[in-house]
C-alpha cells in the first residue's frame, strides 16, 4: 500500500470513529438533557440542515486552496466538533452543537471522497469500496471504546472530549501523506449543485432506501434496545458495535462478491436481508433477537452506497456529475433518517418506527435492476460521411 493510499485509508477511519464515538453516547445526551423521542429527533436533524446549507461549498473550499489541505482542515473540524453535542447544557445548545457537527460532517465528507477519487486515479486501481469498509472499521473502534465507556459509567463529556483530541491528532498525522495539491488555477470552479437525470435517479432510488435504514438503524439502534427491550446502557451501545461490524466485514467483501454475481444480484439479496432484519428488530422484545436484526439490517445495506456510486459514475454525462448527483440524494436520505424515525416513535411508537423503516427499505429488491452495467455504445463505423440522397423537386 502506498503512502497516499495509506493515508487517506487513515483518513477515512477516523471520519468513521468520530461518527461512531458521538453515536454510542446519544442515550447518554438523551437523558442527560431528559429529552424525549419527538425533541430528540429534532436534535437529529440539525446536522441534516447544517450539512445541506455548506456541502455546496466543499468543493469549491477544495478547487481555492486545494484538495489535501481542504481535507486535512476539514477532518480537523469534523474531530473537534465531537466534543460539542456532550457540553451542550440544554436542547437549544444542543440543536446549535449538532448544527456545527453537521457542518463538519457534510463538507469533510465530499473533500474526503474527491480526494480518495484522486488517489484512485493515481493508485490506476479501484480502491474506493475498500475505503468505505476501513470507515465502517474506524467507526467499529470507536463504538467498542463507547462501549466499555458507557458500560463504566464515564462521563461523555470527559470521553467525547478526550476521543476528539486523539481523533484531531491522528488526522493531523495523516493528513501529511495526501497526495500534494496540484496547481490549476485555470481550471473552471465546481458546479454549485448537479442535479440527477433519470438513470441517475433511478439509481438514487436504491440508495434513498438503503442509506435511510443505515441512518436510522445507526443512531437509533442503542435507544431502541434501551426503550424496547430494557437493555442496560452497555448491551444497548452493543447493538451499534454489532451492526457497524456486519456493515464493516460485508463491505470489506464487496468487491469479491461483485466479481462473482454482479451488484444488482448483491444488492437485491441484502435488501432481502435487510428486510429480514427488520421484521426481526420489529418483532424483538428482548436484546439478543433485537441485535441480531440490527445485524442483518448492516449485513444487508453495507454494499449499497459503494455499489451505487459506480453505478452512478457509468450512467452519468461524466463520473463527477453521476456521483454528485446521487450522493445528494443518499447524503440527504442518511441525515433525515434519525430525525424521521424520532417523529415517528415519539407519534406511535418505537416497533412502528422501524416498522416503516422496513418498508422503505424493500423498493431495494425492485429497483436493484438499475445497477446493472449499462452496455458500452456502439461505435458508429469508421469513413467518410454519408451524404443523404438529394431528392429532385418537380414541381
Known amino acids: 500500500m ?15 470513529a468520530v461518527a461512531g464515538t458521538l453515536a454510542t453516547r446519544i442515550p447518554w445526551i438523551q437523558d442527560h438533557l431528559h429529552l424525549g423521542a419527538t425533541l430528540l429527533g429534532l436534535a437529529l436533524l440539525c446536522p441534516s440542515i447544517g450539512a445541506f446549507a455548506t456541502m455546496p461549498t466543499a468543493s469549491r473550499i477544495a478547487h481555492r ?41 457534510g463538507m469533510s465528507d465530499v473533500v474526503m471522497n474527491g480526494h480518495a477519487v484522486s488517489v484512485e486515479r493515481h493508485l490506476k486501481r479501484p480502491i474506493m469500496s475498500g475505503l468505505h469498509g476501513l470507515w465502517a472499521v ?16 464515564v462521563d461523555a463529556r470527559v470521553h467525547l472530549g478526550v476521543v476528539a483530541l486523539l481523533l484531531l491528532a ?30 441517475i435517479a433511478a439509481i438514487g432510488v436504491v440508495g434513498f432506501c438503503a442509506t435511510f435504514a443505515e441512518g436510522a438503524s445507526a443512531d437509533w439502534s442503542a435507544v431502541y434496545l434501551t426503550k424496547v427491550a430494557d437493555a442496560g446502557p452497555g448491551l444497548a451501545a452493543a447493538s451499534y458495535t454489532v ?19 454482479g451488484p444488482a444480484m448483491v444488492v437485491r439479496c441484502g435488501g432481502g436481508v435487510a428486510v429480514l432484519g427488520g421484521v426481526l428488530v420489529v418483532a424483538a422484545r428482548s436484546a439478543v433477537p433485537g441485535i441480531a436484526g440490527f445485524a ?39 441525515l433525515t433518517a434519525p430525525a424521521v424515525t424520532g417523529w415517528a416513535a415519539g407519534a406511535l411508537s418505537y416497533p412502528a418506527a422501524f416498522a416503516l423503516i422496513t418498508c422503505i427499505v424493500a423498493p431495494t429488491l425492485l429497483f436493484a435492476g438499475a445497477l446493472r452495467p449499462r452496455p458500452a455504445p456502439v461505435a458508429a463505423p469508421a469513413g467518410p460521411p454519408v451524404e443523404p440522397p438529394v431528392r ?4
Open 243 to 261: 451492526f457497524m461490524a456486519c456493515m464493516a466485514a460485508t463491505r470489506l467483501a464487496g468487491d469479491r462478491l461483485v466479481r462473482r454475481f
Open 170 to 199: 491522528a488526522g493531523a498525522a495523516a493528513g501529511r501523506g495526501l497526495l500534494p495539491d496540484r496547481a490549476d488555477a485555470d481550471a473552471p470552479a465546481p458546479r454549485r449543485f448537479a442535479l440527477p437525470n433519470r438513470a
Open 2 to 16: 502506498s503512502r497516499p493510499h495509506r493515508a487517506i485509508a487513515a483518513v477515512f477511519a477516523v471520519h468513521g
Open 138 to 153: 474506524g467507526s467499529l473502534a470507536a463504538g467498542g471504546v463507547g462501549i466499555l465507556a458507557a458500560h463504566a459509567g
Open 65 to 105: 486552496i486545494g484538495e489535501r489541505t481542504a481535507t486535512r482542515a476539514l477532518i480537523a473540524f469534523w474531530a473537534a466538533a465531537l466534543a460539542l453535542p456532550a457540553l451542550s447544557p440544554a436542547p437549544g445548545f444542543l440543536f446549535a452543537a449538532m448544527l456545527v457537527y453537521g457542518m463538519a460532517a
Open 296 to 334: 442483518l439490517l448492516g449485513t444487508g445495506v453495507a454494499t449499497v452506497v459503494p455499489l451505487v456510486f459506480a453505478a452512478a459514475g457509468n450512467a452519468g454525462n461524466t463520473p463527477g456529475e453521476g456521483v454528485a448527483g446521487v450522493a445528494t440524494i443518499t447524503y440527504l436520505s442518511g
Open 392 to 395: 429532385e423537386l418537380r414541381p
